[in-house]
């Protein structure tokens, strides 16, 4: 299992939504789920709020299990596995298991 965070761009590698590609939105650690921008949309059946006075369908993300995903290496430019290295500064960091790559870790937001 990848060390997936929020901001990573990461391949679906296993399910429905194979081989699609999105940013994560959500990581959920204690369930060991993500939320990946436009994968796995679900149709959700809403009550009429305030945002959305209409209520109805309404499209949503769904999520997927942490282990069908995997961080996708630009220099790759596919799924990989990623390994834990220590730059130079003494910071842990994520590479590619094929190339080395560094996979860049997203500003937390
Ligand atoms: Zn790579």
């Known amino acids: 299992m990848a060390h997936i965070r929020q901001g990573d761009t990461v391949v679906v590698t296993k399910g429905r939504e194979v081989g699609k590609r999105g940013k994560v939105k959500r990581v959920y650690r204690k369930a060991g789920r993500v939320e990946i921008e436009n994968v796995m949309m679900v149709q959700r059946h809403t009550r009429p709020s305030q945002k959305n006075p209409q209520g109805g369908i309404m499209e949503k993300e769904g999520t997927v299990a942490l282990p069908n995903v995997a961080v996708v290496c630009e220099t790759c ?8 290295v220590v730059s130079e500064a003494g910071k842990k960091q994520r590479a590619c298991v094929r190339c080395g790559t560094e996979i860049s870790t997203p500003a937390a937001s």
């Open 77 to 84: 430019d596919r799924g990989v596995r990623s390994k834990a």
